[in-house]
Structure formats: structure tokens, C-alpha cells
């Protein structure tokens, strides 16, 4: 054994190397349920045959022959119905059941999948994308529910953190392989897609169990509130159950529309920062050599993220991602080069892997247990509505008012959006203390 003056070095320091990584591991992804890894495992069945959204607007226009106008209408209707979907497949989970919901849309998609593929008619192939958007965002609302349903609440910041790791590295595989499978048959593109959602679908169905808590929780709370009126303890009127709870819930609608705020700047990275870069005279090309940073920074560091996100509150984690998606996207005010709009998409993207798990943590707090899908669907839905309106308003902003406004008012929409969080601290906190309290079981009574 040898001593130098970085220390010992041999045997024991490669062993506590080993024993340091491994204690690494085990504090990312270690301690979590067995169900909650056949979760994960299905999103990543699924996500490694995404081929089709990534292509679909250049399949539609080389090779169907259709407009540029019209193939992002499609991509529009793709995700109008997967706003949709989310509030639907939201109540299903409530109603129907988790998994039931969630086995019904993969296999659904999978079917409208190869449907969309078969389709020449413009009118059938915009009905079969709004369709397929509408199954597949169907599944998120149950998927979600299901991890809140068998996660401890200490441990959903990882859990989620871990559960948007393995959607970015099935996207980026899928990204990376899509064009070499549309260049050697374009149709392979939507077989393979629907493989991987009834693979998905077949594994789920066999290893995850639909948690009883989910379907108990519901009747339970009714037969509660009914036994308490029969008794005359409690002479107030019922409050309504269903989405109606949700859109009355004060706490959790200022969290939509906080969240609004950063998915409109957010979502400018889809639509108008390649129209920034064309303005600059960068190619296309360059800006999917961009953008491709933000895959890789996620697939490299996510994991990273979660071990941070341990040390913090969901709220302080949430004002964190807001002021630092702010900080990249308002550079990009001052970027001209690719080198330059590069840094900008790797400090964002540092945002976004905070964002993303605490999201997911903070809405799982604020909903009731019964309620999880229908919370989840229309927090969901929120993001298509910012789907929607983020390209029409930053394309609007930047053609009429320029390319400062655009990007300094994404950096005041992300910069709001942490005050909110921060002034909403208080209230989560209590609203989440409310619901942990009435969802932990009741203490057994004494014996006699």
C-alpha cells in the first residue's frame, strides 16, 4: 500500500470508491416499491418505439405530399386530443380504475397507431392523429396516479424524478433511431410505434396490480360522510365529488395557472426558437444539434437532480426551476451564434430537470386520494392548453414586437411564476398536512 499526497491509493481507496458509488445509487433509487419499478419499466417499453411524433410532420409532407400547413394542424389536433384524453383518462382512473384505464390506452393507441399509418385520406389521417393523442395522453393521468398510489409521499420527488429520467432517455433513443428507420421504410415507423405500446400494455397487464387503496378510498370517504350525517355529527351540506372538487379547490388552480405561466415561456423552445435562430442564419440542422443538448443534459443528469431535490421542499425546488428556465430562455435575447444558444439551452434545461419532479410531488400533495387521476388529468391538460396557445402567442410576439420582447417576456412570465410559488408556500403546505392527515389510517382502538 502506497501513500501519496491525494492520499492512499490501492485496494481500500478503489473500495471506497465502490462503497461510495453504491451508497450514490441506493440513495437515488434505492427503497422504492417493486410496483413502482414495473411502472417505470413500462414507460420505458413504450418510450423506445416513439418513433412517430418525432417525424410525423416531415412523414407527412415527404412522404404523404401533404402542406406544411396542414401537418401542423395535424400536430395540433394530435395534441388537442391529447388534452382531451388527459381529463378523460383522468376521471377513468378514479371511476374505472388505474390500470384498467391505463391498459385500455396503450393498447388503443397501438391500434389507432397502425390505423394512422395505413391512412392516405388528409381527413382520415387528422381524425387518426387526434385519436392516437387522445389514447396515448390517456394513460399519463392513470400512470401517475398509480406511483402516488404506491410511493411513500417522502420518496415521490425521486420516484418522479426517476419516472421523467426514463421518458427523456426513451425519447432521445427514439430520436436517434427514428430517421434511420423512416429512411429505410417510412410505414415501419408505425409498426414499430405500435409494438412498443402493446409490449408496454402486455407487461403492465401482467405485473402491475391496481392498488386497492384507489378503488376503496372513494366509497369510503361517501360511507364516512354518510354515516356521520345519520348520526347528526356533522349537519353541512356534501360537498360534490369529482371534477367539480377539483376546479373548487383554490390551492390547486393557482397552481395550474402558475404553472401556465412557465409553460407558455417554456414551450417556446418547440416553435419559436427555431424562428429566432432561422432570423440569426442558422440551418435547421443546427438547431436540432441545439436542441439535441437538451436530450443528453436530461440523460446525463437527471439523477444527479434527484439527489438534490432530497435536500429541498417541492416549493423551493419549483422557484428554483422557474428562475433558472427564466435566466436561459431571456439570454437568448443576446444569442447569435450556435456556441451562445447552446449555453442558453443547457441552463434552461437545468430548469426543467427541477421543474419536472417537483411538479409532479407538489400535485400528488394537493390531491385527494380518491381524486389522484382526475387531479393529474387536468394538471396534464394544463400543459395542452399551453400546447396550444405558446406557439400562436411567442410566433405573435416575436413577428410584431421582436426578438427581445419575446425572450425578456419569457424571463418576466418564469420570474412571476417563482413569486407565485413562493407566496402559494404557505397554503400547499397546510392543504397537503390536510389531506396526509385524513389518508393515514385510523388508529386501532384500545382493547378493552
Not at 138 to 155: E, I
Not at 393 to 419: D, E, N, R, S
Request: proline fraction near 5%; aromatic fraction near 8%; charge should be positive.
Amino acid at each position: 500500500m502506497t501513500e501519496s499526497r491525494w492520499g492512499i491509493v490501492g485496494p481500500q481507496s478503489y473500495g471506497a470508491r465502490v462503497r461510495t458509488i453504491g451508497r450514490w445509487v441506493y440513495e437515488t433509487a434505492g427503497g422504492l416499491p417493486r410496483q413502482f419499478w414495473y411502472l417505470w419499466c413500462t414507460t420505458l417499453i413504450s418510450r423506445l418505439g416513439s418513433f412517430v411524433l418525432v417525424v410525423l410532420a416531415i412523414y407527412l409532407t415527404s412522404v404523404r405530399g401533404l402542406p406544411e400547413a396542414f401537418a401542423g394542424l395535424v400536430l395540433g389536433l394530435w395534441g388537442g386530443g391529447g388534452a382531451v384524453g388527459a381529463v378523460v383518462g383522468g376521471v377513468l382512473a378514479d371511476r374505472w380504475g388505474r390500470k384498467p384505464t391505463l391498459l385500455s390506452g396503450l393498447w388503443g393507441a397501438a391500434l389507432m397507431m397502425v390505423v394512422l399509418g395505413l391512412a392516405r385520406d388528409p381527413v382520415a389521417i387528422a381524425i387518426c392523429a387526434a385519436l392516437v393523442g387522445l389514447l396515448a395522453e390517456g394513460v399519463r393521468p392513470a400512470l401517475s396516479a398509480l406511483m402516488v398510489d404506491v410511493v411513500p409521499a417522502a420518496d415521490r420527488a425521486r420516484a418522479f424524478s426517476l419516472h421523467y429520467w426514463v421518458i427523456n432517455l426513451g425519447f432521445a433513443f427514439a430520436a436517434t433511431v427514428a430517421g434511420f428507420v423512416a429512411g429505410a421504410e417510412p410505414g415501419l415507423l408505425f409498426v414499430v410505434n405500435a409494438a412498443a405500446l402493446t409490449a408496454a400494455g402486455v407487461f403492465a397487464a401482467i405485473v402491475v396490480r391496481e392498488p386497492v387503496r384507489s378503488r376503496a378510498s372513494a366509497p369510503a370517504a361517501r360511507s364516512g360522510r354518510a354515516e356521520a350525517a345519520t348520526a347528526g355529527d356533522d349537519a353541512r351540506p356534501r360537498k360534490p365529488e369529482g371534477l367539480g372538487v377539483a376546479l373548487r379547490d383554490g390551492v390547486f388552480l393557482l397552481l395550474l395557472g402558475t404553472n401556465l405561466l412557465t409553460a407558455f415561456a417554456f414551450l417556446q423552445h418547440m416553435s419559436t426558437l427555431p424562428l429566432s435562430m432561422a432570423r440569426d442564419g442558422l440551418s435547421p440542422s443546427t438547431y436540432g444539434s441545439v436542441i439535441a443538448l437538451n436530450g443528453v443534459l436530461i440523460v446525463a443528469g437527471q439523477l444527479f437532480v434527484t439527489r438534490a431535490l432530497r435536500r429541498l421542499d417541492h416549493t423551493t425546488g419549483l422557484v428554483i426551476a422557474c428562475t433558472t428556465m427564466g435566466v436561459g430562455l431571456g439570454l437568448i435575447t443576446f444569442a447569435t451564434t450556435p456556441a451562445f444558444y447552446a449555453v442558453t439551452v443547457l441552463i434552461w434545461t437545468i430548469g426543467e430537470m427541477f421543474q419536472a419532479p417537483s411538479n409532479a410531488a407538489t400535485v400528488a400533495a394537493l390531491s385527494p386520494a380518491h381524486l389522484r387521476g382526475r387531479y393529474q388529468g387536468l394538471f396534464t391538460l394544463s400543459w395542452g392548453v399551453a400546447a396550444f396557445v405558446a406557439p400562436v402567442l411567442g410566433a405573435a410576439v416575436l413577428q410584431f414586437a421582436g426578438k427581445a420582447t419575446l425572450w425578456l417576456g419569457c424571463l418576466a412570465l418564469c420570474l412571476a411564476a417563482a413569486a407565485l410559488h413562493l407566496a402559494a408556500r404557505a397554503s400547499r403546505e397546510r392543504r397537503a398536512a390536510q389531506l396526509a392527515a385524513e389518508s393515514a389510517p385510523a388508529p386501532a382502538p384500545a382493547p378493552a
